[in-house]
């Protein structure tokens, strides 16, 4: 199971950290995935974060936005910042054995909830 937290309302400019916990499983071994959907267009890959920590992120979000992992706390972070209004959508994390370097290809077996994340201008 995994549970995401941290979305907010925020300006443009600001930040944000989400929170991805997860429970039920080994999460140490699995690669976690932050992807985001904006209503009216699909779901895309924003943050990989492989079991040896290893970070890929998408060009939209590079330099911008940080994704960690605490092992110990079995929860995924994706740390947030300058914040634009193209960055509002509902943030899922999901969570599966894959490689990260292509996590965007995956349908990943294991997601949250999501947590609405909206960036005014």
């Known amino acids: 199971q995994l549970v995401e937290s941290g979305g907010d309302l925020v300006q443009s400019g600001e930040s944000l950290r989400l929170s991805c916990a997860a429970s039920?499983?080994?999460?140490?071994?699995?690669?976690i995935g932050w992807f985001r959907q904006a209503p009216g267009k699909e779901r895309e890959g924003v943050s990989c974060i492989s079991s040896s920590d290893r970070a890929y992120y998408a060009d939209s979000v590079k330099g911008r936005f940080t994704i960690s992992s605490d092992n110990a706390k079995n929860t995924v972070y994706l740390q947030m910042n300058s914040l634009k209004p193209e960055d509002t959508a509902v943030y899922y994390c999901?969570?599966?054995?894959?490689?990260?370097?292509?996590?965007?290809?995956?349908?990943?077996?294991?997601w949250g909830q999501g947590t609405q994340v909206t960036v005014s201008s």
């Open positions: 039920g499983f080994t999460f140490d071994d699995y690669a």
């Open positions: 999901a969570a599966d054995l894959v490689p990260c370097s292509s996590y965007e290809l995956y349908n990943f077996g294991t």
